[in-house]
């Protein structure tokens, strides 16, 4: 089990930036893939973007391709998430998440551990 926790939300106005951090501890970090999901009030919990182990293998939701980055430093046993260019319908609970196995697939069920999330608002 890999314990994690998000930092880095706030309000930020639209065309704004911010970038999330994913701390974690437990599991080896290395070796796991990790990804970030996110989830508006009244809505499930939508997949954003996953990146694998060694970090040369990224995976990006439509609704956030070339507007935001994924990364991680193995080193520092954290992963990061820089938000640019961000809109209104950007804003939700953003969760970081690592990874049953392999790379797998963008379903939150092949993510088995979850941080506690970070609340991300976007005001036009």
């Known amino acids: 089990q890999v314990h994690l926790v998000e930092s880095g939300g706030g309000l930020v106005q639209a065309g704004g930036s911010l970038r999330l951090s994913c701390a974690a501890s437990g599991r080896p970090f290395s070796v796991v893939t990790m990804g970030w999901f996110r989830q508006a009030p009244g809505k499930g919990r939508e997949f954003v973007a996953r990146?694998?182990?060694?970090?040369?293998?990224?995976d990006y939701a439509d609704s956030v391709k070339g507007r935001f980055t994924i990364s991680r430093d193995n080193a520092k046993n954290t992963m990061y998430l820089q938000m640019n260019s961000l809109k209104p319908e950007d804003t939700a609970v953003y969760y970081c998440?690592?990874?049953?196995?392999?790379?797998?697939?963008?379903?939150?069920?092949?993510?088995?551990?979850w941080g506690q999330g970070t609340q991300v608002t976007v005001s036009s």
């Open positions: 998440a690592a990874g049953r196995g392999d790379w797998g697939t963008r379903s939150w069920l092949d993510f088995g551990s």
């Open positions: 990146i694998n182990w060694s970090g040369h293998l990224t």
